[in-house]
């Protein structure tokens, strides 16, 4: 039987936008030693805009982003989405759509047009020596800028890239240093690359990152905190996190997040509020005073 103290407090966390699925999740938030953060769409608003668009020496930008953006339009990645919501503000020409076309989870895109092969991604999934040093190595510096690299390329070679910024939410700082005053260990996994890691995660004030995390790699790198802080909290908001909040002693999902980010969590955020991590922390705190 649920014990007043757990019930009173659930039902406080309710009326704070904190949902709870039970009251063990509840006792188990004022043990915890660190908490792991996915990046977009939980630290960051996981709305992306486009900042640079650049194209190699002698080709048609406009052509670039048509194809990019008609191979964009099959993923629903948010960056995907920002970029094609950036060519049709830009261009005012139909997407001609590419034949065939692979949604590499993690990686970016594959498709290919009547004689084209064109993949569009990160680093990695293009060749990273080759990314790394397009034209003259700009996308290092735009990374520092915290901003998302896309690159394009064709026929196996990359011809140009794309720079996104996703904004860090305005309570994120906020909502980890008042973390950090509680002794709980912060981290963001991310499937960005270093450098951007790096910059949105001084942005955000955690005290670590996980840079090139795959979707896989999330639960691996839960199993390694959990064996290294023993009590770890996920939180967040995309159906690929969905595993890394099943394998967390606590799940917290973002309440704007996809369904089964919301059902596999333990405790949710109505109203996507991070400060509110805090809060149930000291909910907890109050409610296992009370009961010992
Ligand atoms: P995150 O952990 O930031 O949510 P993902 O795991 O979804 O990122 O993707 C990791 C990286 O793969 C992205 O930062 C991007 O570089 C690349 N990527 C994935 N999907 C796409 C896509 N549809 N278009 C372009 N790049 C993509
Ligand atoms: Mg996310």
């Not at 805009?49 to 002698?58: S, Y």
């Not at 509110?276 to 909910?283: G, K, N, P, S, V």
């Not at 907890?284 to 009961?291: C, H, P």
Request: charged letters at 25%; a negative charge; hydrophobic letters at 40%.
């Amino acid at each position: 039987s649920i014990m007043p103290a757990t019930l009173s407090a659930i039902s406080n966390g309710a009326r704070h936008g904190i949902l709870f699925k039970g009251g063990v999740h509840l006792e188990n938030l004022s043990h915890l030693k660190a908490i792991a953060f996915d990046k977009t769409g939980t630290l960051t608003k996981g709305k992306p805009e486009v900042t640079d668009v650049l194209v190699k020496d002698g080709m048609s930008k406009e052509e670039i982003l048509l194809k990019t953006a008609a191979i964009e339009s099959h993923s629903n990645h948010p960056l995907a989405q920002a970029i094609v919501r950036y060519t049709n503000e830009h261009i005012n020409q139909e997407l001609i759509h590419p034949e065939s076309i692979e949604d590499v989870s993690g990686w970016g895109v594959k498709a290919s047009f009547s004689n084209e092969e064109w993949k569009i991604g990160k680093a990695d999934f293009v060749g990273k020596s080759e990314a790394e040093s397009f034209m003259g190595g700009s996308s290092i510096q735009l990374a520092s800028e915290g901003k998302t690299v896309v690159f394009i390329q064709r026929n196996e070679v990359i011809v140009g890239l794309i720079a996104l910024k996703d904004i860090v939410r305005e309570e994120t700082k906020l909502a980890i240093d008042k973390l950090r005053e509680k002794g709980i260990y912060t981290i963001m996994l991310t499937g960005d690359s270093q450098n951007t890691a790096d910059a949105i995660a001084g942005e955000g004030h955690l005290d670590d990152y996980i840079a090139e995390c795959l979707p896989e790699n999330k639960v691996e790198e839960l199993k390694k905190l959990k064996e290294r802080f023993g009590n770890v909290a996920m939180v967040g908001d995309g159906i690929n996190d969905a595993p890394a909040l099943a394998t967390a002693n606590v799940g917290i999902a973002m309440g704007e997040g996809s369904d089964v980010a919301l059902e596999t969590a333990d405790i949710v955020l109505m109203k996507n509020d991070l400060p509110r991590i805090a809060e149930a922390i000291q909910l907890s705190e109050r409610m296992n005073r009370i009961i010992k």
